[in-house]
């Protein structure tokens, strides 16, 4: 079992920049594909970034595209995403998800492609 904690949420500008990080204990983060999701207030939560378990390829929803980066460090067990030029829409509760290389069920782009969940942090931009 995985338990993950995401941390470096808050409020900023628009324009600004917000590195999230997702903290992984219980087994390496080596051999786990990660994602993050959002969610605003009254959507539904929508995919934004994941990267494969050998971190050779990262996909992005196109509204972040250009603006996000999602890296992970296996040594330190955590996964992250670099958000630049925040945009109001940006707003939402980020979630992070990872699921090990042998359950993998789907597209990475789906929710139910992931067993473990953070609790998820708040961003907020303001203009």
């Known amino acids: 079992q995985v338990q993950l904690v995401e941390s470096g949420g808050g409020s900023v500008q628009a324009g600004g920049s917000l590195r999230l990080s997702c903290a992984a204990s219980?087994?390496?983060?080596?051999?786990?594909?990660t994602g993050w999701f959002r969610q605003a207030p009254g959507k539904e939560r929508e995919f934004v970034a994941a990267?494969?378990?050998?971190?050779?390829?990262?996909y992005y929803t196109d509204s972040v595209k250009g603006r996000f980066t999602i890296s992970k460090d296996n040594a330190k067990n955590t996964v992250y995403l670099q958000m630049n030029s925040l945009k109001r829409e940006d707003t939402a509760v980020y979630y992070c998800?990872?699921?090990?290389?042998?359950?993998?069920?789907?597209?990475?782009?789906?929710?139910?492609?992931?067993?473990?969940w953070g609790q998820g942090t708040q961003v907020t931009v303001s203009s």
């Open positions: 219980g087994r390496s983060f080596s051999t786990y594909t």
């Open positions: 990267i494969r378990w050998s971190g050779g390829s990262t």
């Open positions: 998800a990872a699921v090990s290389l042998g359950r993998a069920r789907g597209s990475m782009t789906e929710e139910n492609n992931y067993d473990y």
